[in-house]
């Protein structure tokens, strides 16, 4: 099964000294080498800060747009790993490796999986 | 296709099957070795993994299992060392990395390990509900999701109350250990309630539309084997004998439509011969060892209604004198309502009624809707209609299963008429 592991925390990289950046970096890179290794690592990304979000919703036929993420929260999205588990707990136990579990938090979804989803996405 | 694909294909399936059988044998081994589940879950698919790489050019060595416990072993080591430079890691690791692989990697160590396995995950330290939860995945390798599914609860609360669990094991210190021989019997009787309160739960579904969920039922005998050849106690036996004979009745005991046949209804063309021989002899096994108890008396009496011909023909003699003796063990108002049916049947229904009566008399199953539906079934042999209304009609309000409602339902139906 697929798993989205959102990762979410008060600093994001751009807002890190330098020196903590760069150890944060070095953890990222050992993580997502082992999770390549063990065969859990399906993609990943690390976003850019909420600042450089556009928020955009369609009313009416028209575009509006809004800076920044669309909840305003202290904890911003950082980035996300997307996984393959055997279940919800194996997926649990890979997302508690991520460096940002540390400081921030780690949300896991499960990825829908069902029939109507697959065919709507063209997967099948 | 070319023939190194067919092989691949090959090897890949044999792994599947490898898997299928002995994963839960390594993990166990591996949780031994490195001392958490966590850890040892990952080295578990580490060593799978290399053995789909490697398998295909290598083959498949003589001894898979202790090929994989082997692998899993290092890489767990491995993934330590990796992690020591941002963790802290347990003081006594140096010592458990630094040890020899152990004697035995097959046979008689590995199936200890399967033991440890149970007894840990059914520790009393741990809640009830998570021993259940832990002992499907764990022990049985069922995913988080299906166990979520089988017990109609979310997959976030199971999924939580596995982690939290896993951390109690790991604060508390549980040892991974068969319990001593003086706790073994009160700790045996801990696993024994765990399996068969899986069996009970996809046998006589607590709640939902559905009697039964067969999946659960099916992983409590396998539960139930594994410990009468691991630990073949009197008691394990006469678990697996009850389940056994209980099972030989699923295809009778429910109409397609869902509906509930009562035993004395039941086709009993329909009962499952193999199962039904099985138990029987396991009950025997066990009353001769004269270490028997609550489940060996359960099993004897499920079997002397599995070997009778009809519900006429049962020795309802022997069934009453089984429930006495079980009373013995376990003076339960439930045992004593069972026993009161089975006196009905060898007595007539009066004198059943009578005990009936006195238990509801005491007031401890008067929220208990066998108690109620069993004494309007007697009434109603009497032709006492209106007494068998009135408790059909409470029975019917207590009772939180579909299939039980709309049997009652029917009753209440045809006394109307």
């Keep these: 099964m697929k798993y989205l592991c959102l990762i979410c925390a008060e600093k ?3 807002q890190m000294s330098k020196g903590v950046a760069e150890q944060h970096f070095q953890e990222y890179t050992e993580f997502t080498d082992a999770i390549r290794t063990s065969g859990h690592y399906l993609g990943c990304n690390r976003l850019l800060p909420p600042n450089a979000a556009i928020t955009l ?11 920044g993420p669309y909840a305003e929260t202290k904890e911003q999205l950082g980035g996300y790993y997307l996984i393959e588990a055997r279940d919800l707990n194996e997926a649990i136990q890979v997302a508690s490796r991520i460096p940002g579990a540390k400081i921030g938090c780690v949300e896991v979804r499960p990825v829908a999986e069902d029939k109507r989803t697959l065919e709507a996405l063209g997967f099948i | ?3 190194a694909f067919c092989k691949a294909t090959e090897i890949h399936e044999a792994i599947e099957v490898i898997y299928r059988n002995h994963s839960r044998h390594v993990f166990a081994t591996l ?5 958490d589940f966590d850890m040892a879950e990952e080295a578990l698919h580490d060593a799978f993994k290399a053995a789909v790489e490697q398998w295909p050019s290598d083959g498949i060595p003589a001894n898979p299992r202790a090929w ?10 491995d993934a330590i060392r990796r992690s020591a430079r941002f963790e802290q890691l347990p003081e006594d690791i140096e010592e458990r990395l630094a040890a020899d692989i152990p004697e035995g990697l097959d046979g008689e160590g590995i199936e200890d390990d399967r033991l440890r396995l149970i007894f840990t995950c059914c520790h009393p330290a741990l809640l009830p509900e998570a021993q ?3 002992t499907l995945r764990e022990v049985c390798g069922l995913t988080t999701e299906a166990i979520a599914s089988a017990f109609l609860i979310a997959p976030t609360t199971l999924a939580q109350r596995i982690v939290r669990a896993k951390t109690k094991i790991r604060s508390a210190r549980i040892p991974y250990q068969v319990p001593s021989a003086d706790r073994l019997r009160d700790r045996l009787g801990n696993v024994l309630r765990v399996v ?10 607590s709640s939902g539309d559905s009697l039964v969920r067969p999946e659960l039922s099916e992983e409590a005998i396998r539960l139930g084997r594994l410990l009468v050849e691991l630990l073949p106690e009197a008691e394990a036996q006469g678990l697996l004998a009850l389940m056994l004979l209980q099972e030989s009745r699923r295809a009778a005991r429910c109409l397609p439509s869902g509906d509930l046949v009562l035993l004395a209804e039941q086709d009993r063309a329909l009962w499952n011969q193999n199962y039904i021989v099985e138990g029987s002899r396991l009950v025997e096994q066990a009353l001769s060892s004269r270490r028997f108890g609550p489940y060996s008396l359960q099993a004897a009496i499920a079997a002397v209604h599995a070997n009778a011909a009809s519900a006429e023909a049962t020795d309802w003699a022997e069934i009453v004198a089984l429930y006495d003796i079980l009373l013995s063990f376990d003076p339960s108002p439930i045992i004593e309502l069972n026993r009161a049916v089975a006196v009905a049947m060898r007595d007539g229904p009066l004198p059943g009624l009578a005990l009936i009566d006195a ?5 401890e199953l008067n929220d208990y809707h066998l108690a109620h539906s069993s004494r309007a079934d007697l009434c109603r042999r009497l032709g006492r209609i209106a007494e068998a209304k009135a408790s059909y009609q409470l029975a019917f309000n207590l009772s939180q299963l579909a299939p039980g409602r709309r049997f009652l339902a029917r009753r209440l139906d045809e006394l109307q008429n």
């Excluded at chain 2, 949780?31 to 001392?35: A, E, F, H, K």
């Excluded at chain 2, 994989?68 to 080591?77: A, N, P, Q, Y």
């Excluded at chain 2, 068969?196 to 579904?205: K, Q, R, S, T, V």
């Excluded at chain 2, 238990?359 to 007031?363: Q, T």
């Design chain 1, 12 to 14: 994001v990289m751009e």
């Design chain 2, 68 to 77: 994989l416990v082997s692998v899993g072993r290092f890489k767990g080591i």
């Design chain 2, 132 to 134: 259940i939860a832990l």
């Design chain 2, 359 to 363: 238990i509801l008399a005491r007031g």
């Design chain 2, 1 to 3: 296709m070319s023939q």
């Design chain 1, 57 to 67: 919703r369609v009313r009416n036929g028209q575009v509006m747009t809004t800076d």
């Design chain 2, 31 to 35: 949780i031994r070795l490195l001392g």
């Design chain 2, 196 to 205: 068969y309160l899986i069996f009970n739960e996809g046998y006589f579904a």
